[in-house]
């Protein structure tokens, strides 16, 4: 069955709208869920997870911007939860949860890496440097800065896509 080259158009044209938004909802490769691997990752000096702890990141498109949740059981088997509601707009957005930080704030770089910095009572914390493998399997979140007692910070937590 031939369809008329007007049909076909608005037909390709609907298709291509419908792929368009699909993309524009799904907010890039970061989205989804990860479980840090403590065995690639760096931490020196904290903050970091314990050893043996387990720590889940939960990024996920919301309305105009994203949500994300971060989960951590420690060895020891003491739970934490912090969450957020942001953009990638360089503006800050409070964070509940995170003893380090009150807001933050991301920026995106480029279609696989975006920045994210951590502030506390209005001041710069640490910054994160975070990039999606070209596979998308692989999240690797470099963070410098200074911890509160003013120890330098220099951070790289490996991330397996769940």
């Not at 904290?46 to 994300?68: E, H, N």
């Not at 770089?109 to 975070?130: E, M, P, Q, V, W």
């Not at 070209?134 to 951070?155: I, L, M, Y």
Request: overall charge positive; some cysteine.
């Amino acid at each position: 069955m031939k369809l008329p080259k007007i049909a076909l158009s608005r037909y390709i044209l609907c298709a291509l709208i419908s792929m368009g938004a699909v993309a524009a909802q799904s907010g890039g490769p970061w989205m989804g869920t990860w479980k840090l691997n403590l065995e690639k990752s760096k931490y020196s000096p904290g903050p970091g997870p314990a050893p043996g702890g387990t720590t889940i990141f939960k990024m996920f498109p919301m309305g105009d911007g994203f949500k994300y949740t971060i989960d951590t059981m420690s060895a020891q088997g003491k739970a934490s939860h912090s969450e957020a509601f942001a953009r990638f707009d360089n503006k800050d957005y409070p964070e509940t949860g995170n003893p380090g930080a009150d807001t933050n704030r991301f920026r995106r770089i480029d279609d696989h890496t975006y920045a994210l910095t951590d502030r506390k009572n209005g001041k710069d914390a640490l910054s994160f440097t975070i990039t999606i493998s070209a596979d998308g399997k692989t999240r690797t979140s470099v963070a410098t800065g200074k911890t509160p007692a003013g120890q330098e910070v220099h951070n790289i937590g490996v991330w397996d896509r769940q």
